[in-house]
Structures are given as structure tokens and as C-alpha cells.
């Protein structure tokens, strides 16, 4: 059961309504592959994605996944909009408010933009990431992955690697996990993983190998280099030889051990281009999965605003 | 300009070391006499029975904006929620704009057209346009009535130009007013700590304020000039402070009733009313403000009255106004949190309120003396109710603390021998 009227991280998610999200994308699934089984369930849903910053896999994800359920999906060009006038996001989301729209998907470049989105408008609103707090619903499909391949995440040793600070991905990911029982551990240099990560219920590493050792699955994190102010670290040789993830490093984990990444990958820094290709690497399931997760998202708001009409 | 007699009221003047039950006639502006018991005739007779008769309130540290943004606050407006607050005396920051750092800002700011209803000390900027490149006017700002030199709202970023402005500033008697802040290590909205890692916020660490602290009372040693650090909030600042008391050096410092109140904890979603800067810190630095103002390293109590228009709040934490008003919330927050919980005595509150800071600006002022100006509060301290921010009189609402219960509140203050709140209620 998901009751609420916004998907806006996993810190206040409880496991239940995560694991109706990773039900319902179970269901959704197949209808990727095989049209004649896609639906006109959100036919009378509007969806409009509102993306501040730049994205292709969860802006492209989410529109088809709204239209594979038959919803009328808009984006707003942030850059040729009002915002680009100086318009508040408050008044815009009013805005797109009064014009009917059902479901709004953000990505804001600042903490907490979606939640000031979704304390002022009747829509739904999806968090498709605010700054380097969360990204719901890539955890979400990442757990998906994990469920799918796993079986389940009691016990489970999850390994997240490389640019922390700056990763949304990887704190949606530690809130989702240790709610259903897996262990997280955090790796990267210190000037990338800060020890007060640990008040999210995980373990902080800066000893790759004896981070990934035993690891059930490894999950590499892009460096933002967008993000970066001072340099956190000499250079990206230096970085890729010490905790960087290439084959030799990968023996530490477990031998069925899934490698994942939330893409764009820069292929040899976090991860070398042998394990991005490699059979342990799911990397491009995640991709899939993601339209599955999104969709079931999408149904579960729009059965809400339903129930509410 | 009429006569009052204050009747009955328990005064309490830390200056004086008086505590006491006394009358007090105040004629043409000054506090004419102050005795067990007064029977003349007056004006008007304010029956003070049952409550605190002070000084009026001083605050070294406030944000009028005018001129530049009036929509957050004037000096029309903020001298009045000072009224309400109990406050006779404020010092105005400078980062108006333009900026305060001329002889002819100040006399704006001094000017009667200003409309203040207390008074209003300016004080002037320490480099032209806070732009840490040149010192601004500061003698002519001296002889214009400045009564103090900031770089409020940030440091002075070169150490060598600010050490040429302590030695000069202390020709002219002028104290500083140190905002503390390494710019290159403040790059976040909230303290950084588990709070800020829970909510995905970018942290402000204790090393911030604590370098520049420790810079300043350097400089402060070499120069010799009067260092007052502003909104101290770090047990390290607090350390340093101590140290440099210990040590002899002209340095003091102020905590604001945000810092002793509120820590990071308290900051559970993305309310901009709980950002500031220096941002609410730990737990533990927030135990050690109150530790400090028990021991009296932190000697006072300053707002940092920071107004924002609603549209400036209302928005992405990130992106929000640093700053929340605290005039009309003061008095209250400080007695709750300090004396009702026994952490010290209202005497020693109103020392930090009153006479501490009238002498770190060196004026005649914070005092119940007879001859003094007639700068006078009258508070019920044991009226509890819920604060309520839309009773407020400031043009600004920002502030945490709706709602919130507290004891102690200002029901008259005279400012110059004219009653300016009138229970509870502005006369002009």
C-alpha cells in the first residue's frame, strides 16, 4: 500500500511501501518488452517533468514510462521557460498546477526542492533528484535489481563506491537498503566519504579491497566532476589506481557478486572498462528496470488522485 | 515632554547592583529620582506592582536595512519591534545599500526622518563596500557618530588590511564588531555534522568561524584595538575568547538567543526559518554558548535581528536568506532558557542586556541612575504564553520560535522619558 501524495525520498519511506513500489514494478516489467501487453491504466493522468539540471536516463525513463501507460506526458523545457525569466519554482508549479497537471517529476540542482515543490501544489511530485540529498527512484530501481538477481536483502553486503559527498544516489540507496535489512558499506577517499555518513545507519570505508571483501554486490558512483570545488583528490590516475574497481580488485567480493552503476560511467575511473562489460555487470538491466520502477510509481500516484477525486 | 512615576516595581539594575523595590520619577527625559517610596505628582503613574522595572535593553547587533531593503525592514519598523522587545538602544549593521561606510550614511541613518522610535546607533562598515580591498571613512565616520566598525554579514578576508583597521580604529576609539567566517570553508547551509548527512545538505564546520577567531585575537593582541566577536557559536570561538580574556586582551564576545536555544537537531525538514549564519551547530556547542554565558566569557546578548521578506524564505533551503528577527523575541527566549532554568540570575541576564554592552560602545547608557537618560523596561516575568508571530510589529516574520511557549514579557518601555510601548501596546 502507498498512500502518499509524493514520492520525495526513502528516509521516510517505510520497507512496506518500498516493497509495494518493487511489487507493482514486478507487474510492470514485462509490458517494456512486449507492447501488446502495455495498458491505458493512466489515461486521464497528466505527467509533467520539470528538470533543472541536465539528465537523459531518468527524464527519457520516466516519459516512457508514463506513456506506456498511456498518460499524456509534457516536458518543460526549464531552459526556454518562464524559469529561464527568473520565475520562482513555487510559481511555477502553481502554474502547471492550475493547468491540470496530475504529476510533476523535478530535478533541482538544490536540497530539498522537491519537498517545497510538493508542500505547495495539489499535483503529485516525483523527486528525480534535489542536490546531494536523494534520488528515490534510482535506489529504487537499483533495489529492484538487487531483488530481482538476490532474491531478497537480508544479510546482503552492499558495497557503494567512490564519490559519495556528491552522490544523492548513494544516500537514497543507504536509507532503502538498511530498511530491508542489507549491510552497507560506503567507500571512497576521505575527501569524498565523510564520516558522519555513518549516522545513516552504515559503515564508512576508505580500504577498497577490504570494503568489497565478501561483497554481494558493487555498486560504482560516477565522480561529479560538475560538483567538485576543490579538487578532492591529485588526479585521475591517482584515483583510478587506488579506488578505482578493475578485475584484480573484484576477486575480493563474492563470486556471484552483481556490479552495478547508476550511469553516465566514466569508463576507467570508477569502474574499469573490463567490469562495466563484464559478466558480473548489470549495469544495462538497471536501465530497464528503471522504466519498470517508474512506471509502477507512476500507477501507484495516479491510483491515489484517483481514490482522492 | 511630561512626567512619569514608575510605582512599585522591583528594580533591577545590574550597573547599580541594585534589586530592590523602588519608585522612580522621571522628568524632562532623565530619571529624576529613584527612592523607596516617591510622592509626587506626575503625567502619568505606571503601576509596576508585581513587576521588573530595567534599564532598557541594548543590542549590539542588529539589521535595520534601510537604505536598500525596505521591504524587509526599516529603521521605522525595527526601531519599533525594538520597542516592543524592551530595547531603548540597537546598533545597525552596515550592509545596507549601498553600504554604510561613509560619513554621509551614517548621518542617514542618524537622521529624525528615519523615523526610529528608540535609539539608533549606526554602525559604520570597516572597508569601502565590504570589499576587503580599502578601509572605508572611518574617522569621518567616527566624528559623524559611527559608533562601532563591522563587516557584518562577512570577515575582513585579508589579514594584513584588517590589522591596518584595528590600528586605526582605535584612534578613534571605535570597537570592532568581528564577524568571523573563512569564506573558502563555509561553502553549506547548515552545520555539517549527522543532521546535515541525514538531509542531504551541504555542512558549515566548526573551523569556519574558529580561524577567523583565532586571527582576530592575533590582531587584537598586536594592535591593541577593542575586539568584540559577534554571534559566537562554537566552543572552540569560545575557548579562544576565554584564552584571550585569561590572557588580558581587549576582546568580548556575544551569543544570540538562536545559538543557546536551537542546535542543528532541531532542524528536521527544509524550514529556511532554521537557516542562519553562523548556522545553529551542535548540540554540544550549543551546551557550551550557555556554559560560556554562565561563566561570562560570552559577557552579551545580541539578536542579530536579521529581516527577510517572505518570498526570500519561502523557498529552497539552499537558496534561502541567512537570518532570522529576534527583537520582540529576546527578552523572552533569553529569560526562559537562561533564568527560569537557573542557569543564571536575571541580574546577571540583564548585565549581559544592559550595562555590558553600554560599555563596550563607551556610552552613558544601561543604567537606572538618577541623572541618566530615561531609557526604561517594565516586564511581567511571569506572564507565559505562545509566542505569535503575526502580533509581531516588525515587517519581517521570520523566526523559528512560533508558537513556541515562553515566560516573560515587555508590557512598557520608555525610551528618552517618552513611553513608547504602553502595556504591551506601541504609542506611535
Do not use: W
Not at chain 2, 573563512?182 to 543532521?195: V, W
Amino acid at each position: 500500500m502507498y498512500g502518499r501524495k509524493d514520492l520525495l525520498g526513502l528516509r521516510d519511506l517505510s520497507s512496506d511501501e518500498i516493497m509495494t513500489i518493487l511489487n507493482t514494478a514486478k507487474e510492470m516489467k514485462e509490458k517494456i518488452d512486449n507492447p501488446s501487453l502495455r495498458t491505458n491504466d493512466l489515461s486521464k493522468s497528466s505527467i509533467v517533468t520539470l528538470f533543472y539540471e541536465n539528465s537523459t536516463r531518468t527524464k527519457m525513463s520516466f516519459m516512457l514510462a508514463g506513456e506506456y501507460q498511456g498518460a499524456i506526458v509534457k516536458d518543460l523545457g526549464v531552459s526556454t521557460s518562464s524559469v529561464s525569466k527568473g520565475e520562482s519554482l513555487i510559481d511555477t508549479g502553481m502554474t502547471l498546477d492550475q493547468m491540470g497537471t496530475n504529476i510533476m517529476i523535478i530535478r533541482h540542482q538544490l536540497t530539498g526542492a522537491a519537498h517545497i515543490l510538493a508542500g505547495n501544489v495539489k499535483a503529485s511530485v516525483i523527486n528525480a533528484g534535489d542536490g546531494s540529498n536523494e534520488h528515490p527512484t534510482q535506489a529504487l530501481l537499483d533495489l529492484y535489481t538487487i531483488m530481482e538477481r538476490k532474491g531478497g536483502f537480508k544479510g546482503l553486503k552492499v558495497v557503494i563506491l567512490g564519490d559519495i559527498s556528491h552522490s544523492r544516489v548513494a544516500r537514497s540507496n543507504a536509507f532503502g537498503l538498511t530498511k530491508l535489512g542489507a549491510q552497507v558499506t560506503l567507500a571512497g577517499p576521505s575527501t569524498l566519504v565523510s564520516s558522519s555518513m555513518q549516522s545513516l545507519g552504515v559503515k564508512v570505508s576508505t580500504d577498497i579491497a577490504g570494503a568489497i571483501h565478501d561483497a554481494d554486490v558493487v555498486m560504482g558512483l560516477r565522480i561529479q566532476f560538475e560538483r567538485q570545488r576543490n579538487m578532492p583528490f591529485p588526479n585521475l590516475r591517482e584515483y583510478s589506481s587506488l579506488f578505482g574497481v578493475n578485475d584484480e580488485i573484484l576477486k575480493y567480493a563474492k563470486k556471484d557478486v552483481l556490479v552495478m552503476h547508476p550511469g553516465p560511467v566514466n569508463r576507467g575511473v570508477e569502474l574499469s572498462t573490463e567490469v562495466i562489460d563484464g559478466k558480473h555487470s548489470v549495469i544495462s538491466i538497471q536501465v530497464k528496470n528503471g522504466v519498470a520502477v517508474r512506471m509502477a510509481i507512476l500507477k501507484l500516484l495516479s491510483e491515489r488522485s484517483k481514490r482522492e477525486v | 515632554m511630561g512626567s512619569i512615576l514608575i510605582k512599585g516595581g522591583r528594580l533591577v539594575d545590574p550597573k547599580n547592583n541594585v534589586d530592590a523595590v523602588r519608585d522612580i520619577y522621571v522628568s524632562d527625559g532623565v530619571i529624576a529620582d529613584i527612592g523607596e517610596s516617591i510622592e509626587k505628582t506626575a503625567d502619568r503613574v505606571i503601576d509596576a506592582g508585581g513587576l521588573v522595572v530595567m534599564p532598557g535593553l541594548i543590542d549590539l547587533h542588529v539589521h535595520f536595512r534601510e537604505p536598500g531593503f525596505e521591504k524587509k525592514e526599516t529603521i521605522a519598523t525595527g526601531s519599533r519591534a525594538g520597542a516592543m522587545g524592551g530595547f531603548t538602544t540597537v546598533c545597525t549593521m552596515p550592509n545596507t545599500s549601498p553600504v554604510t561606510d561613509n560619513a554621509i550614511m551614517i548621518e542617514y541613518a542618524l537622521s529624525p526622518k528615519r523615523d526610529a522610535v528608540i535609539n539608533v546607533l549606526p554602525i559604520g562598515a570597516i572597508t569601502r563596500g565590504q570589499q576587503s580591498e580599502e578601509l572605508a571613512d572611518i574617522g569621518q565616520m567616527a566624528r559623524a557618530g559611527a559608533c562601532a566598525l563591522s563587516e557584518d554579514g562577512k570577515s575582513v578576508s585579508d589579514p594584513a588590511l584588517m590589522k591596518n583597521a584595528m590600528r586605526y580604529s582605535k584612534m578613534f576609539g571605535l570597537p570592532i564588531f568581528d564577524h568571523c567566517e573563512e569564506i573558502s570553508l563555509a561553502k553549506g547551509s547548515m552545520n555539517a555534522g549527522d543532521r546535515a548527512s541525514i538531509l542531504g545538505l551541504k555542512g558549515i564546520g566548526d573551523d569556519s568561524e574558529e580561524i577567523i577567531v583565532s586571527r582576530d585575537i592575533i590582531l587584537a593582541k598586536a594592535t591593541g584595538c577593542r575586539l568584540h566577536i559577534c554571534h559566537i557559536s562554537t566552543e572552540g570561538s569560545i575557548e579562544q575568547v576565554r584564552n584571550a580574556k585569561m590572557h588580558g586582551l581587549p576582546v568580548t564576545a556575544e551569543a544570540t538567543p538562536h545559538h543557546f536555544t536551537l542546535c542543528d537537531e532541531d532542524i528536521t525538514d527544509y524550514d529556511s526559518n532554521y537557516k542562519m549564519n553562523p548556522p545553529l551547530r551542535s548540540r554540544k556547542n550549543m551546551e557550551a554558548v550557555r556554559q560560556a554565558l554562565k561563566d561570562n566569557t560570552i559577557e552579551v546578548i545580541a539578536t542579530d535581528h536579521a529581516p527577510h521578506h517572505v518570498d526570500e524564505k519561502n523557498c529552497e533551503f539552499e537558496k534561502a536568506a541567512n537570518g532570522i528577527i529576534g527583537l520582540e523575541t529576546s527578552f523572552a527566549l533569553s529569560y526562559t532558557e537562561l533564568v527560569e532554568s537557573g542557569l543564571i540570575s536575571l541580574d546577571e541576564m540583564l548585565m549581559k542586556m544592559t550595562a555590558k554592552p553600554a560599555e563596550i560602545l563607551g556610552i552613558d547608557k544601561g543604567q537606572l541612575s538618577v541623572g541618566s537618560a530615561a531609557d526604561i523596561a517594565i516586564a511581567d516575568i511571569d506572564h507565559v504564553y505562545a509566542i505569535d508571530v503575526d502580533k509581531m510589529v516588525s515587517k519581517a516574520k521570520n523566526t523559528p520560535f512560533g508558537g513556541r511557549e515562553v515566560k516573560g514579557k515587555i508590557l512598557y518601555t520608555v525610551c528618552g522619558g517618552e513611553i513608547i510601548v504602553d502595556n504591551g501596546k506601541l504609542t506611535r
